[in-house]
């Protein structure tokens, strides 16, 4: 079955980086656009960055352009986000998303926390 698995989050202070990896099994993973999306507490779930498949189109939430950056690695079936010069108002939960024959699949999240 599809399974998504994030990691890399953590504590951070502003202006610090994290990258976000999510490992994906269960299907042909290069044929697939995937996506990050967050949400803070009492906040709607927000999509964050997406990148395709075979162009490996991206796009971006205008508060994570020219800050974040999605990439992905076929070969290892991963996704990336790289996030730099975080701020208090990135802090949230992370997902990695797609959808795989119709259906939206999510991971469980990974928690990721500007404070200084």
């Known amino acids: 079955q599809v399974q998504l698995v994030e990691s890399g989050g953590g504590l951070v202070q502003p202006g610090g980086s994290l990258r976000l990896s999510c490992a994906a099994s269960g299907f042909t993973f290069r044929l697939y656009a995937m996506n990050w999306y967050r949400q803070a507490p009492g906040k709607e779930r927000e999509l964050v960055a997406t990148?395709?498949?075979?162009?490996?189109?991206?796009n971006y939430v205008d508060s994570a352009k020219d800050r974040f950056t999605i990439s992905r690695d076929n070969l290892r079936n991963t996704v990336y986000l790289q996030m730099n010069n975080l701020k208090f108002e990135d802090t949230a939960m992370y997902y990695c998303?797609?959808?795989?024959?119709?259906?939206?699949?999510w991971g469980q999240g990974t928690q990721v926390t500007v404070s200084s």
């Open positions: 990148i395709g498949s075979a162009a490996g189109v991206t």
């Open positions: 998303n797609t959808r795989y024959r119709g259906v939206q699949y």
